[in-house]
């Protein structure tokens, strides 16, 4: 079986992001590549696509693609109990992230470079 793993973290001197298949961390930092990165933004490609085919990271941000009220349908990707889910910011439930829910997603950020996209609307 072969399965692509890839990393993604921010580049600490210029803040690009940066995807390697390889991650060194430790509790005082973290390298992607050549790169030293910041530790609290590496993340871990779920191994799925959102329904663009668009790669869906920890701590990306999704909205569901037919959603009536997209603010109540926005949540981000985690690793949570050995599997990704879908925590929703508004509270009102988490969903497990499997092929087909993430085909009916759309990345439209992450935590890291938008977090006013973590706020719900009251």
């Not at 001197?13 to 509790?27: L, P, R, T």
């Amino acid at each position: 079986m072969n399965r692509k793993i890839l990393f993604r973290g921010k580049r600490k001197d210029n803040g690009e992001w940066v995807i390697a298949n390889s991650v060194f961390a430790s509790e005082e930092f973290a390298r992607i590549d050549d790169y030293e990165v910041l530790r609290n933004t590496v993340g871990q490609w779920t191994g799925l696509c959102d329904i663009h085919d668009c790669p869906i990271f920890e701590d990306d941000i999704v909205v569901y693609a037919f959603a009536d009220v997209p603010d109540a349908e926005r949540g981000a990707v985690v690793f949570e109990d050995g599997e990704y889910k879908l925590k929703y910011f508004s509270g009102y439930m988490d969903d497990d992230l499997d092929s087909s829910m993430a085909k009916r997603q759309i990345v439209i950020g992450n935590i890291h470079d938008d977090p006013e996209m973590c706020e719900v609307e009251q």
